[in-house]
């Protein structure tokens, strides 16, 4: 069974930079479309971005421009670089698939943008 742990996230001002990465356990993470989704509280878990095995990418209008995310099959890894970040930005952030049936959850990464 395939375990994602995210790491990267934190406390940054206004304006500032992250990038966050989810490594996984198994080789099969490299045949699937793959997903950063966040979770502010008291709101639904949102996706942000997602990029498919040919490495087309796409993005939440919400944060196009200003977040790109990216994939190392060889790593099993999949990195979201967050730029110019806002308050509204602040959430837990989760990687998993992009649709379909979705590999269990990790504990997600902090993300806290307050100055």
């Known amino acids: 069974q395939v375990q994602l742990v995210e790491s990267g996230g934190g406390l940054v001002q206004p304006g500032g930079s992250l990038r966050l990465s989810c490594a996984a356990s198994?080789?099969?993470?490299?045949?699937?479309?793959l997903a950063w989704y966040r979770q502010a509280p008291g709101k639904q878990r949102e996706l942000v971005a997602a990029?498919?095995?040919?490495?087309?990418?796409r993005y939440a209008a919400s944060v196009k421009g200003r977040f790109t995310i990216s994939r190392d099959n060889a790593k099993n890894t999949v990195y979201l670089q967050m730029n110019s970040l806002k308050p509204e930005d602040t959430a837990v952030y989760y990687c998993?698939?992009?649709?379909?049936?979705?590999?269990?959850w990790g504990q997600g990464t902090q993300v806290t943008v307050s100055s």
């Open positions: 998993n698939k992009d649709g379909g049936v979705l590999f269990p």
């Open positions: 198994g080789s099969i993470f490299r045949l699937y479309s």
């Open positions: 990029i498919n095995s040919g490495g087309t990418t």
